[in-house]
């Protein structure tokens, strides 16, 4: 028999735009209910960064001293190795306290954390292993959407659905919305290996003889990143895992030790790097946020940060039109537009960001990016460019292009 729930909102994904979403509409008092396919929060590495803007957000929930308490560690500079030579390219102590730095934390944790508190409040609903399939409609409005679960078929329904599912959603598929694909030229190889006995300076970026590693620091290994071109992963397997942790040895000579770690192909994932984002993020009755509304690139690390904004930027928006003027379907549309008016912008201007470092990355992985004495003109883009840049990108990655912070009066005394 078909489950029956109903809701306010019913929000389909439980990663970082789904549970923040809502938890925040939770704590402003909005009966929620989110949808998670998985049955719980941990699985395959997903991105661990969370930015200063969320972190501020964590305080604002109330929540920043027990995220805090997770095992993690916090970056203040976003350094790169180039040819030899180290650059700080990005300098987060340029930016005001309380959080100078980038926290690198599992991503697991965090949301179950902030799943604990949204479970807290008694507007808020979890349902786990509840895979959202597709929108329920009447009269050419979205009223929910059909899911399976463990227990069997679930139908809710819902003055707002919410596609928070992420960059496959398939409740976006279901309502028809189809993104726009900007074609990025690389995918990225993930894979851990345990830090080496000589310590190593934290290093985001190596780049070395055509080929760059991102090695992402974390307590007792290195999450590693290496860049190909894309669809080359089939060549890298052919030829086989020694030669995988040659190259590696040779951009990242440090971790030469450490190599021999990478068992086999099994332990190394792909991310097939996707730029995209939708031209209408939203239809009658029915929303699109984070990777469902736009993939971003992994690069800047400012995936979920960018979900996380939608989140906030939803809640600002949607609970005083709620408060306001209840489930009224205008005002509910009225929202949705006003939440793409407010995001498309600053996603915009993030994703031609990641863009032009990709060009970048690409033409780095053709040629000589930094010769090893620098030239003259490179001499002087590290001299005195580069130390103007960095408390700008700080800002930009930081922050974001419109850092988003939970209005006055949204949120209830917490539970
Ligand atoms: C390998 C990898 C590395 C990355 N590295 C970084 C990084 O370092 N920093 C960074 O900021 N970003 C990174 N990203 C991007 C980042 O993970 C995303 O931008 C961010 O998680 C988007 O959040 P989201 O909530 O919109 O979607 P997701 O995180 O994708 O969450 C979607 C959720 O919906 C669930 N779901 C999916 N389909 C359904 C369904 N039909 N019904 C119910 N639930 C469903 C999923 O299980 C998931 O929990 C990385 C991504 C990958 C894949």
Redesign the pocket.
């Given at each position: 028999m078909t489950q029956q729930l109903e809701t306010t909102v019913c929000i389909?994904?439980?990663?970082?735009?789904?549970?923040v979403a809502g938890l925040i509409l939770a704590r402003a008092g909005v009966d929620v209910v989110v949808?998670?396919?998985?049955a719980d929060?941990l699985?395959?590495?997903?991105?661990?960064?969370v930015?200063p803007s969320t972190l501020n957000l964590l305080d604002q929930l109330g929540v920043g001293a027990q995220a805090k308490a997770i095992e993690h560690s916090e970056l203040s500079s976003l350094d790169a190795v180039i040819d030899g030579i180290r650059l700080k390219a990005v300098d987060f102590t340029t930016l005001p306290a309380p959080h100078p730095y980038v926290t690198l934390m599992p991503?697991w944790d965090l949301l179950t954390l902030l799943a604990e508190e949204a479970r807290a409040q008694s507007s808020f609903r979890l349902v786990l292993e509840?895979?959202?399939?597709s929108e329920i409609q009447e009269n050419g409005r979205v009223v929910g959407v059909k899911?399976s679960t463990s227990d069997g078929p679930i139908r809710v329904t819902a003055a707002l659905t919410v596609a928070?599912?992420?960059?496959?959603?398939?409740?976006r598929d279901s309502l028809g919305l189809v993104p726009h694909d900007y074609g990025v030229p690389i995918d990225?190889l993930?894979f851990r290996v345990p830090r080496p006995t000589k310590p190593m300076p934290d290093t985001l970026a190596n780049i070395r003889g055509g080929s760059a590693l991102v090695t992402?620091p974390r307590p007792g290994y290195f999450q590693c990143?290496l860049l190909i071109r894309k669809g080359t992963f089939p060549e890298f397997q052919k030829a086989g895992i020694e030669a995988f942790r040659h190259t590696i040895a040779s951009i990242a000579p440090r971790l030469t030790e450490v190599t021999a770690e990478i068992g086999s192909f099994d332990d190394v994932?792909l991310?097939s790097v996707q730029i995209n984002r939708l031209h209408k993020w939203w239809v009658p009755g029915a929303l699109c946020?984070?990777?469902?509304a736009h993939?971003?690139s992994?690069a800047f690390?400012?995936?979920?940060?960018?979900?996380i904004q939608?989140a906030v930027a939803l809640a600002n928006i949607l609970v005083p039109a709620l408060r306001t003027k209840g489930t009224d379907a205008a005002a509910i549309d009225e929202a949705c537009a006003a939440l793409q008016r407010r995001r498309a912008l600053p996603t915009a201007l993030m994703q031609r960001m990641q863009r032009v470092a990709h060009r970048l990355i690409n033409r780095a992985t053709r040629g000589v990016v930094l010769h090893n004495p620098p030239q003259l003109r490179e001499r002087f883009v590290i001299a005195v460019v580069l130390p103007r840049l960095r408390p700008i990108l700080a800002r930009i990655v930081g922050y974001g292009f419109r850092p988003e912070r939970i209005a006055r009066g949204i949120l209830r005394p917490r539970a």
């Amino acid at each position: 028999m078909t489950q029956q729930l109903e809701t306010t909102v019913c929000i389909a994904g439980g990663g970082p735009a789904g549970i923040v979403a809502g938890l925040i509409l939770a704590r402003a008092g909005v009966d929620v209910v989110v949808l998670e396919k998985h049955a719980d929060f941990l699985r395959d590495f997903r991105g661990d960064t969370v930015h200063p803007s969320t972190l501020n957000l964590l305080d604002q929930l109330g929540v920043g001293a027990q995220a805090k308490a997770i095992e993690h560690s916090e970056l203040s500079s976003l350094d790169a190795v180039i040819d030899g030579i180290r650059l700080k390219a990005v300098d987060f102590t340029t930016l005001p306290a309380p959080h100078p730095y980038v926290t690198l934390m599992p991503q697991w944790d965090l949301l179950t954390l902030l799943a604990e508190e949204a479970r807290a409040q008694s507007s808020f609903r979890l349902v786990l292993e509840a895979t959202a399939q597709s929108e329920i409609q009447e009269n050419g409005r979205v009223v929910g959407v059909k899911a399976s679960t463990s227990d069997g078929p679930i139908r809710v329904t819902a003055a707002l659905t919410v596609a928070a599912d992420g960059r496959d959603s398939a409740v976006r598929d279901s309502l028809g919305l189809v993104p726009h694909d900007y074609g990025v030229p690389i995918d990225v190889l993930w894979f851990r290996v345990p830090r080496p006995t000589k310590p190593m300076p934290d290093t985001l970026a190596n780049i070395r003889g055509g080929s760059a590693l991102v090695t992402i620091p974390r307590p007792g290994y290195f999450q590693c990143g290496l860049l190909i071109r894309k669809g080359t992963f089939p060549e890298f397997q052919k030829a086989g895992i020694e030669a995988f942790r040659h190259t590696i040895a040779s951009i990242a000579p440090r971790l030469t030790e450490v190599t021999a770690e990478i068992g086999s192909f099994d332990d190394v994932k792909l991310l097939s790097v996707q730029i995209n984002r939708l031209h209408k993020w939203w239809v009658p009755g029915a929303l699109c946020i984070g990777d469902a509304a736009h993939a971003m690139s992994p690069a800047f690390g400012v995936g979920i940060n960018y979900a996380i904004q939608d989140a906030v930027a939803l809640a600002n928006i949607l609970v005083p039109a709620l408060r306001t003027k209840g489930t009224d379907a205008a005002a509910i549309d009225e929202a949705c537009a006003a939440l793409q008016r407010r995001r498309a912008l600053p996603t915009a201007l993030m994703q031609r960001m990641q863009r032009v470092a990709h060009r970048l990355i690409n033409r780095a992985t053709r040629g000589v990016v930094l010769h090893n004495p620098p030239q003259l003109r490179e001499r002087f883009v590290i001299a005195v460019v580069l130390p103007r840049l960095r408390p700008i990108l700080a800002r930009i990655v930081g922050y974001g292009f419109r850092p988003e912070r939970i209005a006055r009066g949204i949120l209830r005394p917490r539970a």
